[in-house]
Antibody, heavy 124, light 107 residues
Framework: QVQLQESGPGLVKSSQTLSLTCTVS??????????WNWIRQPAGKGLEWIGR???????NYNPSLQSRVTISVDTSKNQFSLKLSSVTAADTAVYYC????????????????WGKGTTVTVSS | DIQMTQSPSSLSASVGDRVSITCRAS??????LNWYQQKPGKAPNLLIY???NLQSGVPSRFSGSGSGTVFTLTISSLQPEDFATYYC?????????FGQGTKLDIK
């Protein structure tokens, strides 16, 4: 059973770079059957998709964050990472990583395994 | 980018009630629509994928329908554990987006 676990600093200073890691256990991040996503949720608000990556290293980002976001993979550690630069208070949120399963022929794409989330606070 | 709008934003109901939540897309997304349930302090949990496919392990009282721009999540008989916030999400193309959420609470 695949599990995902987010890790990283809970407090980041304004203008610095937020760095989080998602560790995948119970399965291989190199599998061609999945994408690997980051999603965030400010306290009391809705979900915002940040971006995703495929095992090949290809990425897709939310245009609203694209200039500041980098998602990368470390297959040797079975991990993928999120870096968000030049953070402000608006980036304070719970950050989730999630596995996205897909069926290319049927065009089914859905996030079926999520980490528990990690809270990141941006301080001034 | 595709925008998702849910209605209602909040809903009060009783155990045993049948409830429906609607999600509208700003353009046609075929059947590329997923539904998630989120309880306080927890990660979202996938209920329905591709508009009408029940995720493994999800009770059959949950069902989804729709295609194009209008979609519905229905809970046939509310159980105490169903009181939560529900989100729709399109997966037609990136960037993905979620609806603003529907909070379902006890009447």
């Amino acid at each position: 059973q695949v599990q995902l676990q987010e890790s990283g600093p809970g407090l980041v200073k304004s203008s610095q770079t937020l760095s989080l890691t998602c560790t995948v256990s119970g399965g291989s991040i190199s599998s061609r059957s999945y994408y690997w996503n980051w999603i965030r949720q400010p306290a009391g608000k809705g979900l915002e998709w940040i971006g995703r990556m495929y095992t090949s290293g290809s990425t897709n980002y939310n245009p609203s964050l694209q200039s500041r976001v980098t998602i990368s993979v470390d297959t040797s550690k079975n991990q993928f990472s999120l870096k968000l630069s030049s953070v402000t208070a608006a980036d304070t949120a719970v950050y989730y990583c999630a596995r996205e399963s897909y069926d290319f022929l049927l065009h089914y794409y859905y996030m079926d395994v999520w980490g528990k989330g990690t809270t990141v606070t941006v301080s001034s | 980018d595709i925008q998702m709008t849910q209605s209602p934003s909040s809903l009060s109901a009783s155990v045993g009630d049948r409830v429906s939540i609607t999600c509208r897309a700003s353009q046609s997304i075929s059947s590329s629509l997923n539904w998630y349930q989120q309880k306080p302090g927890k990660a979202p949990n996938l209920l329905i994928y591709a508009a009408s496919n029940l995720q493994s392990g999800v009770p059959s009282r949950f069902s989804g329908s729709g295609s194009g721009t209008v979609f519905t999540l229905t809970i046939s008989s509310l159980q105490p554990e169903d009181f939560a916030t529900y989100y729709c999400q399109h997966s037609y193309s990136t960037p993905y987006s979620f609806g603003q959420g529907t909070k379902l609470d006890i009447k």
